[in-house]
């Protein structure tokens, strides 16, 4: 006997559990079916975001940087501390118990929500007509196998990490995104191939934490996804704070032995490099997760990447299939694929959503934090766009010096016919938070002008946002 739902997720990340929250407000029945087990068995939803990404690597960037803090600024403002110590496994304690509150969270809101939940590995068993039957094959404490019987089913079974050839993550010294986030003591010697947005923040943590921190990038530009002025500004904030970076580099060969990792590669310049870590780091990028699902059977068409091909509105090629999140193209975040799972409920529910991949806001949460939205300075010179840019330092910025952090600048790039705002680029304190900015004024249509007319609260890092739309005209006030 089946269980009948109008709607069936696969995978509960922000995509899955999201599109299931929807389906559910919109009156369908739904069930959403996840694999993940906690170390005692109970289930573990969230997905990648919640158990090895998102929240607990903030949760140990927020801890490293009170370290940091407390070892090296508090003496400016006047606080005096003995002696500063960090306690690793209490550290990595605190992220366990956010991460296990995070799975508490939705499992309630599941049942909130009326979702019904299965804990388990979930595949397309049969088709009847434009119905599909799944199996639930049990994981973690789930005894029962399970089919179910949907009119719609959601694929968001997100993505695992990328090893680099003849060197599989062992956890123990090559570490995917999870063994970087459950050390439980700090590396001396802590390599990271990939200097991309895990390589980055996990540098930054480890390193603020103690470990000599050795970033090889394959790439000759440095993180060049980003404007290329953060970028720069990025390269010199990171080495002054004693990140090595080595872009250009071929990996040749990773060797482990019981105590160490020796890295042989390639410079820049072709010479033969070999370095041994305590640790080391891939984060290479992602690969979709699709196997499992019986994709092949029921004929579901990947892509050349493996991801799941959706249309413009996340629709597979078989009736009633959607796919969502890391499984499919665009951008790995987790905000997009909340932003897809919405609009596939609502597109089940017959209304027009729209995702638009030009207002999704990216950052990385190092120290300075990095973040933008829409078009960078040199897109736009690809594209032979006519632009103006304004650009404003926290330097020059009351609250940032009240804080004391003063480092980088907050730059909008807008259309010099129009000036409606291509684009926010942001590197400094709050950028996460700043560049929301950026994305209301792209979502809105507004104009530079409009940005540098709205009255900003004083004293506060938004006042930078401000002046820099004024700079674009060249009316900065406080500078
Ligand atoms: P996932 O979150 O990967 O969830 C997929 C779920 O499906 C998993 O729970 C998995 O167990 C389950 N599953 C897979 N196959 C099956 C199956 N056959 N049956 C049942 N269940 C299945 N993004 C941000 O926006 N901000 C950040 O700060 C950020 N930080 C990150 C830090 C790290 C270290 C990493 C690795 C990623 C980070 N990301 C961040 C990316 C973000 O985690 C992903 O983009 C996001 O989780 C994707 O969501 P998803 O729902 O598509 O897939
Ligand atoms: P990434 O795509 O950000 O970076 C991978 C880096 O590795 C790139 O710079 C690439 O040039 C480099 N690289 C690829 N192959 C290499 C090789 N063989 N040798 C050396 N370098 C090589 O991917 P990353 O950091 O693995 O993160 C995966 C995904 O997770 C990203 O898509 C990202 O969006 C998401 N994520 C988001 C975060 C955020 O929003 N703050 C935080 C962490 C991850």
Redesign the pocket.
Known sequence: MSDVFDVVVIGAGPGGYIAAIRAAQLGFSVACIDQAARRDGKPAPGGTCTNV??IP?KALLQSSEHFDMARRHLSEHGIAIKSVAIDIPAMIGRKDKIVGQTNDGILYLFKKNKIRFYQGRGAFSTRDGNRWTLTVAPTGIAKETATLSAQHVIVATG?S??A?PNAPFDNQYVLD?EGALAMQSVPKRFGI?????????MGSLWQRLGAEVTL????PDF???ADDAVAKEAAKQFKAQGLTIHTG???EEVKTNDKEVKVHYRDSKGAEQNVVFDKLVV????VPNTQGLNAEAVGLKLDERGAIEVDDCCRANLPNVWAIGDVVRG????HKAEEEGNAVAERIAGQKPHVDFNTIP????TSPEIAWVGKNEQQLKAEGADYRSGRFPFMANGRARAMGDTRGFVKWLADAQTDCVLGLHIIGPCASELIMEGVIAIEFGASSEDIARICHAHPTLAEAVKEAALAIDGRTLNL
């Open positions: 990404g998102c690597s993505s990490p990328r680099l995104n191939v990939g200097a991309g947005v895990i390589g980055l923040e090889l990038e394959a790439l993180l060049s996804v580099i071929n990996i984060s290479i990028g992602r951008p790995m975040l987790a990216y950052v990385i949460y």
